[in-house]
């Protein structure tokens, strides 16, 4: 039986239901993973102060200097708002690169989340929508820490904020990359379905 090797917006004959993620019904995965999301992003932060260090042997402000505590609190609200829309258009993008179709967008109190509910996507281009907001926002700011220092705090943030963003992408991908070759992802945004051809 030959498997679909692209996005297809009715499954194939052959494939059966593998695996079902719904976070809207599994309440702990979904504070699991907002936990999780919360470990990240202070693992990353710690990561970030070291490499720093490495970076600049002098120093460097990881604050927004001059601000006052209600200062530095709007500037993490905006720069939270901010990543959270950049990750999820990133999503959409990828979304339409693939399908050609413009994806959903939705934002519950837990998540926010980019989707394709009409389409059933191959593994292979389901790994490219989940990692891309976490691979070109982090790398982007990355160099931009390199190539302007006065930003390094809010950049710093930005890099936290996306990856503790990007547990549950991470989370998704990684069951998706251990299901059956040529296994197909049904993404409705609260819930997340994978297809595997049955036989062999």
Do not use: K
């Amino acid at each position: 039986m030959s498997t679909a090797l692209h996005p297809t917006p009715s499954l194939p004959e052959g494939y059966t239901l593998a695996r079902e993620i719904n976070l809207l019904r599994d309440r702990n995965l979904a504070l699991g993973l907002n936990l999780a999301a919360l470990m990240a992003f202070f693992l990353v932060m710690l990561a970030l102060n070291a490499l720093l260090i490495l970076m600049r042997p002098g120093g460097v402000s990881l604050t927004f200097t001059g601000d006052s505590m209600l200062g530095t609190l709007a500037r993490l609200v905006g720069l939270t708002v901010v990543n959270l829309v950049v990750h999820e258009a990133i999503h959409g993008l990828f979304f339409y690169v693939f399908t050609r179709t413009r994806p959903v967008f939705a934002l519950r109190l837990a998540y926010a989340y980019a989707a394709a509910p009409d389409w059933y996507i191959p593994a292979r281009a389901y790994t490219v929508i989940g990692l891309a907001p976490l691979i070109l926002i982090d790398l982007v700011c990355l160099l931009l820490m390199l190539l302007v220092p006065a930003w390094t705090f809010a950049l710093a943030l930005v890099i936290g904020l996306n990856t503790s963003g990007a547990v549950g992408d991470l989370f998704i991908v990684g069951l998706v990359l251990r299901s059956r070759r040529g296994c197909l992802v049904h993404d409705r945004g609260d819930s997340v379905a994978v297809y595997a051809p049955s036989g062999g």
